[in-house]
């Protein structure tokens, strides 16, 4: 329904309309890139629709405020880490206050056993350890999967991202796992070890543990970094029972998914994995992760020989104090019941909301929804897999627009795709400005289409 020349139009209009308002940020920009490699302490901090990335001066709840005093609601929170919300306090004193005893020890404080307790509870298995990211958490769990089955292939599913894991960069194309160029400098071809194969797609899923060399499958409980994609009814109970036949764990990562409830969508479906990644929103957005394991596999890795430290698995600061101190302070005073329920109501609303402005505007797009996490997809249907999800993805002039105008209406959601979470503080007129932005978008942008072709 877009016109090209519109859209075009729109990005260079709003372009300007974001450097007239954002002096400050782009003068600043000039000052990043003298010392930091793509302008920026890390170059996905670039990946937005603006010009120049806007920098940050404050956060509370669900705003932030950058240097030139423009204020944002903020439905990215910080791709999740900030799904608690901003600047919280019990994560600012656990931390401070842990900083003044020591900030790391290579030693457990006392606070660890009830941390270790917490998560057990909540999550349901009863062993665990912690890294600096999920990362590190998934790339863990896949060095212990083939220590102690003694396999060497993963299975993943096609449109994956599960951190800076290498194993994990690769897609399927025409039927074959293929290496996904988003790898950059890796020498060793990562399909020897790991095959892709669709979501949703059992067929698939057994035909790829068939050969019985199959360690683990790792997976998202719903797709999430391709766009949102969510399982079809019953898939999970197949894919779970295929696991178990063909002797490979079934590693769940809920990093993303998290916000599906107060034990993420495991509980919530009532899923029954061997381990669990629990990463960036687990400590209030201190740089923690979580991986737990199920009893038997416990028993299994604590009998894998290793010498030291020297098992290549895990770095000197997993585990500091400072980030047990935030996991506890999160589990205990934030990812509470009530929370939870203001968020899951909040994106309720935000998604009904954004149905009726699709439906009104008649535009060719969906909302897919799991927990507090919604999506806009350019495409009239949920997609079932990452194949089918890729020509909404290529939308990339759309994409931009839509992000761009947002942005400069003050409201931020994940700079990626059109993905938006819902945090506890989120308001309900914080809803209300993103849906009448969509939906000011859809209109503006259907009439200067109209009149381009007139």
């Known amino acids: ?85 901003h600047g919280r306090p019990e994560i600012a004193r656990a931390v401070a206050e842990q900083a003044r005893r020591g900030a790391t020890f290579m030693l457990p404080t006392e606070e660890a056993a009830g941390v270790g307790a917490l998560l057990a509870e909540r999550f349901g298995l009863p062993f665990w350890q912690t890294t600096l990211s999920a990362s590190d958490a998934n790339r863990a769990l896949i060095r212990w999967a083939r220590a102690v089955t003694q396999k060497s292939v ?58 019985g060399d199959v360690a683990a499958i790792l997976a998202e409980p719903a797709m999430t970094n391709c766009g949102m994609i969510l399982p079809e009814p019953n898939f999970w109970k197949r894919a779970q029972a295929l696991a178990k036949k063909a002797g490979a764990l079934l590693i769940l990562d809920e990093t993303h998914t998290l916000s599906s409830g107060p034990g993420g969508a495991t509980k919530a479906w009532g899923l029954a994995p061997d381990a669990l990644v629990i990463g960036k929103a687990i400590a209030g957005g201190f740089p923690a992760a979580v991986w737990g394991v199920s009893a038997e596999l416990a028993e299994k890795i604590a ?56 439906a009104d505007r008649k ?35 759309l994409n931009h627009a839509l992000h761009l105008y947002l942005m400069n209406r003050g409201i931020l959601i994940a700079p990626f795709h059109m ?21 000011s978008f859809a209109e503006e942008y259907a009439r200067e289409g109209a009149a381009k072709e007139a």
Not at 24 to 46: Q, V
Not at 171 to 184: K, M, Q
Not at 320 to 333: D, F, H, K, S, V
Not at 382 to 389: D, F, L, T, Y
Request: aromatic share 8%; net charge negative.
């Open 154 to 211: 993963i299975v993943v599913f096609d449109g994956c991202y599960h951190g800076m894991v290498e194993d994990c960069f690769v897609e399927l194309r025409h039927g074959r796992t293929r290496p996904d160029a988003g790898l950059i400098g890796q020498v060793f071809d990562m399909t020897r070890t790991t095959r892709a194969g669709p979501f949703n797609d059992i067929g698939a899923l057994e035909a790829a543990l068939a050969q």
């Open 1 to 85: 329904m877009f016109n090209t020349m519109a859209l075009s139009d729109l990005i260079a209009r709003e372009t300007q309309r974001f450097l007239d308002t954002h002096p400050k940020s782009a003068a600043h920009a000039d000052a990043l890139k003298a010392h930091w490699l793509f302008g920026a302490p890390f170059h996905w901090m670039n990946d937005w629709a603006a010009p120049v990335a806007i920098i940050t001066e404050d956060g509370e709840g669900a705003m932030l405020t950058d240097i030139d005093d423009n204020t944002y609601d903020d439905f990215c929170l910080g791709d999740t880490p900030g799904m608690f919300g």
């Open 363 to 397: 535009l060719p797009w969906c909302v897919v929804h799991i927990g507090a996490r919604a999506e806009i997809v350019f495409a009239p249907e949920p997609p079932k897999n990452a194949a089918a999800m890729r020509p909404a993805l290529a939308q990339s002039e």
């Open 303 to 358: 009998a894998v020989p290793r010498s030291g430290g020297r098992s290549g698995i895990g770095t000197t600061l997993a585990g500091n104090a400072m980030g047990i101190a935030a996991i506890g302070a999160t589990l205990r005073e934030l990812a509470t019941p009530a929370a939870f329920e203001a968020m899951l109501t909040g994106a309720d609303d935000l998604v009904a909301k954004l149905n009726s402005v699709i």
């Open 419 to 439: 993905m938006m979470l819902v945090c506890p503080a989120t308001t309900t007129q914080q809803i209300d400005r993103l849906v009448a932005a969509v939906d």
